[in-house]
């Protein structure tokens, strides 16, 4: 009989453990941050722990940072947002009429894709405008996106979602967040193509937020930024 009963408290000690706060993620002072993760490279770290950068080989550059949640977790994200993508910060760009880009030559049929989005099919204009699926051009390539992703630079506020914390696989209350912003900004001054950052970790804070600034072109779905993902949630306990 002692064996059985040991067994079920056993097991109700491990329920309790994942039903449990992770207080290791909400009262974090101190990032983890390895020196490598994947395709980056730590190339530095505060002496007080709260931030550390990295770099991917083809130039990307990473900021992880530990951030205390003011407000609220929407209302934190929605400053981060300002801060690497301020709305006037391309405002004076002059960008210069770009020519049309071939998406595709076939059987002596052109088609071609114009900066505002449409496409010349043989001297015709036409749309690639389907649910899920659009055509965006700039002067250098031409993107073809999915799910509404605008890879133009159009405004995609961050995708924001509740989950549970680590270990708490069995708890009623998801008291984690995880969030996600991409933006194309082909126009800006300091010559970024694409801003981003991943964030986690407990709704009440404070959250493990990395942030992407790329010179280069990177997809949204990239092994990059599914580096800084793995190392958000890492840190976030999500």
Known sequence: MKIPRLAALSALAFATAACGPNLAADHRTALDCPAARGHLTR?????????CTY?????????????????????????????IAPPGAIAGAKPTAPAPVVLHSAHGVEIRVDDDGKTTVDGKTARIDVPGLHVVANDKDAEVTIDGV????????????????????FSRDRRGVRASFFKATPDDPAGYRVVAFQAAGPRTGPLTVGVVRSKAKIQRDGYILKDVRRLVRLNGGT
């Open 55 to 83: 770099r991917a080989a083809e130039g990307a550059e990473v900021s992880l940072e530990l951030v205390p949640v003011k407000s609220d977790a929407e209302a934190t994200l929605r400053a981060i947002e300002a801060r």
């Open 150 to 169: 605008d890879l133009n630079g159009g405004d995609l506020p961050p995708t924001l979602r509740d989950v549970r914390m680590r270990g708490e696989a």
């Open 43 to 51: 190339t530095g770290q505060a002496a007080d722990g709260k931030a």
